[in-house]
């Protein structure tokens, strides 16, 4: 009976053991306002599981949700502007 043992142990725990990269932490630093926004939407959420929600909370999950939307919006439009920037 033969054993079978893991032959790329090395590469596998490597990519896992080291610290972002500055281009990473720079694309996280740009997605933070979405980020901020969705846990907001997603704590407003959260408040209303075990009850039924209230006029007050279904304001807060529509003001959650209309700021999600707005980040994404101001993502995007960062985006296209950093594209067009780089076409001229």
């Known amino acids: 009976m033969s054993t079978i043992a893991a032959l790329q142990a090395v590469v596998t725990a490597d990519g896992f053991d080291r610290e972002p ?3 990473e932490l ?3 630093e740009t997605e933070m306002p979405v ?3 969705r846990v907001e939407l ?3 959420q959260i408040v209303t599981l075990d009850r039924t929600p209230t006029e007050l909370d279904e304001k ?6 209309r700021r999600v939307l707005a980040a994404r919006r101001e993502l995007a439009n960062r985006a296209v502007a950093v594209r ?3 076409a001229a």
């Open 84 to 86: 067009e920037g780089d």
């Open 26 to 28: 720079d694309a996280i």
């Open 42 to 44: 997603l704590d407003a």
């Open 21 to 23: 990269t500055a281009a």
């Open 35 to 37: 980020i901020l926004a």
């Open 60 to 65: 807060r999950i529509r003001r959650a949700r």
